[in-house]
């Protein structure tokens, strides 16, 4: 079965530092990928996806991801964060030609003023 | 405003009383699916449906059901609630399934479900 592991479930930083969290995956065929976010509150909201192309995926708020097929793996980075970026960041992966979205565990991002 | 709703927002029930959760969307989208959100667990399908009458197990379907009879809707129905079922409860719904596709799906604003 297809599995997400996302690591350092809770991150502290402080504003305009840098934020890098892992996602792997266990699917060797073809996959496509997503970072989703969910701010205190709400709901989920797309931050990036991606399907085939470009590895380097670059989202909304400043967010990018890397698809590195060789280690399974695609990372979210923003180079300088904001305390509004305080959120849970959950990593998905759907094996093409599946219909059923694997979510990791999440990520608690707390960024200090 | 393209969106999914869900209602209730907030639900407490009692153990074996039955319940029903709705979800709508009014973006014409084929598929729908449900996802509980535990504290460290993340989020797990329960089920999905890839347009009407068609529905498929997800990742955890035990102790729920869902129906399809039309393209907006999407209830979750517990005929017996149990404790272990108290989480976080989302509605999803995309365009078209999410395989392959370019059709992120769109969350609706969650329902907590409390079961004593």
């Known amino acids: 079965a297809q599995s997400v592991s996302q690591h350092n479930h809770h991150v502290i930083l402080s504003e305009a530092a840098s934020l890098e969290l892992g996602c792997n995956y266990s699917?060797?065929?073809?996959?496509?990928l997503f970072w989703y976010v969910q701010y205190p509150g709400q709901h989920l909201q797309l931050l990036l996806k991606?399907?085939?192309?470009?590895?380097l995926v670059k989202g909304i708020k400043g967010f990018e991801a890397e698809f590195i097929k060789s280690k399974f793996s695609f990372n979210l980075r923003k180079p300088s964060v904001q305390w509004s970026d305080t959120a849970e960041y959950f990593c998905a992966v759907i094996l093409y030609g599946n219909n059923r979205l694997a979510f990791g565990k999440g990520n608690q991002v707390v960024v200090i003023p | 405003e393209a969106q999914v709703t869900q209602n209730p927002r907030y639900l407490i029930t009692v153990t074996g009383k039955k319940l029903t959760v709705t979800c709508s969307q009014n973006?014409?989208?084929?598929?729908m699916s449900w996802y509980r959100q535990d504290p460290g667990l993340g989020l797990r399908q329960i089920y999905y449906?890839?347009?009407?009458?068609?529905?498929d197990k997800g990742d955890v379907p035990e102790g729920y059901k869902v129906s399809r009879k039309e393209k907006r809707n999407f209830p979750l129905i517990l005929e017996s609630p149990s404790p272990n079922q108290t989480s976080l409860y989302f509605c999803a719904s995309s365009l078209r399934p999410p395989a392959g596709g370019n059709s992120p799906l769109h969350f609706g604003n969650g329902t907590r479900l409390t079961v004593t």
């Open positions: 973006m014409n989208h084929e598929y």
């Open positions: 699917y060797g065929g073809t996959v496509n």
């Open positions: 991606y399907f085939s192309g470009d590895p």
């Open positions: 449906s890839m347009n009407v009458e068609v529905t």
